[in-house]
């Protein structure tokens, strides 16, 4: 797997030259992000994403950094506007059409969740993982290919 800042740069055409002087910083700690000897701060990170109008290296810097975002955000995919935004369309009409909202509900009706209802409160969770993905994906996407 190669490193993601790099990718970053690449897909957008710099050199690790001309992208350490946008950023601001040396071309030495430009190479050190990028062979993964130190991880860039927050602000870097976000220079990066918008210099290289990379919206999902944001995410993706989260998902590599963080345990605690890993452990809570499910996994988002990259791809295009179009297709996030159908992805996104499609898990939310699939959870109405499965009344998963109601289902819901009739298990929060008691403020609990009985080992009975378990199962199916996994599942609605796991449906709204889908959803929470899909717009995750649609946020970090553009009006082109990702």
Known sequence: ??????????????????????LGISVESMRAYETGLRIPNTDI??????IYDAPYLLMLHLEETNDLYRAVIPA???????QASAMLANRIFAFADSHADRRLMLIAED???????LPEYEEIQN????????????KIAKGGEV
């Open 1 to 22: 797997c190669r490193n993601i800042y790099k990718n970053a740069r690449k897909a957008k055409g710099y050199t690790q030259e001309s992208a350490a002087e946008r």
């Open 76 to 82: 988002v995919p990259q791809c295009s506007f179009l």
């Open 45 to 50: 990170v976000k220079l990066m994403a918008t």
């Open 111 to 117: 403020n609990a969740v009985s080992p009975e209802e």
């Open 127 to 138: 449906d709204l993982d889908e959803i929470v993905q899909a717009a995750l994906a649609v």
